[in-house]
């Protein structure tokens, strides 16, 4: 039997590098730098948290920025060909600006990265619920 990929294994479905996130430790396997979370919806809200901060603190927005920070290529990484493969699945332009993303395109850009990270998709509806759980209803006017 084949052993779950690394963020599968660490409930990181992002393969994000430990930065003292709350409730995470660092991976004691040697050479290890990535976050393990105690949940995998844990993992999940720091997927999504990032990416948010992507888009709403640096202002990132092209699914090109995303994964340029994501997965830069000085890790290593096949950086226009992830971004092409996320931007498929999420069905936006690589290079194609949006303002903040919808909860249904946040949705998608969880499910791509994890794919691509892990080589599989284990989480189904759990990603829906921990990616629209972002999403704050407008106050009403009184």
Same mark, same amino acid.
């Given at each position: 039997?084949?052993? $779950?990929?690394? +963020? !599968?294994?660490?409930?990181?479905? +992002?393969? #994000?590098?430990? @930065?003292?996130?709350?409730?995470?430790? /660092?991976?004691?396997?040697?050479?290890?730098?990535?976050?393990?979370?105690p949940t995998a919806q844990d993992?999940?809200? @720091?997927?999504?948290?990032? #990416? #948010?901060?992507?888009?709403?603190?640096?202002?990132?927005?092209?699914?090109?920025? !995303?994964?340029? /920070?994501?997965?830069?290529?000085?890790?290593?990484?096949?950086?226009?060909?992830? @971004?092409?493969?996320? *931007?498929?699945?999420? +069905?936006? +332009?690589?290079?194609?600006?949006?303002?903040?993303?919808?909860?249904?395109? $946040?949705? *998608? #850009?969880?499910? @791509?990265?994890?794919?691509v990270e892990n080589g599989q998709?284990?989480?189904?509806?759990?990603?829906?619920?921990?990616?629209h759980e972002a999403v704050r209803?407008?106050?009403?006017?009184?």
């Amino acid at each position: 039997m084949r052993p $779950l990929p690394r +963020g !599968i294994r660490n409930n990181n479905p +992002g393969n #994000l590098n430990y @930065a003292g996130q709350a409730g995470a430790h /660092k991976e004691p396997e040697p050479h290890g730098r990535f976050a393990v979370f105690p949940t995998a919806q844990d993992g999940l809200r @720091a997927l999504r948290d990032q #990416l #948010l901060r992507y888009v709403e603190r640096d202002r990132v927005n092209t699914i090109a920025g !995303i994964i340029a /920070k994501w997965a830069p290529p000085t890790d290593g990484n096949d950086t226009s060909a992830y @971004a092409a493969t996320v *931007a498929a699945r999420v +069905g936006i +332009g690589v290079q194609q600006r949006f303002n903040a993303l919808t909860p249904d395109q $946040l949705t *998608a #850009l969880m499910h @791509a990265i994890i794919r691509v990270e892990n080589g599989q998709d284990p989480y189904g509806t759990l990603v829906d619920r921990v990616a629209h759980e972002a999403v704050r209803p407008s106050p009403t006017m009184t």
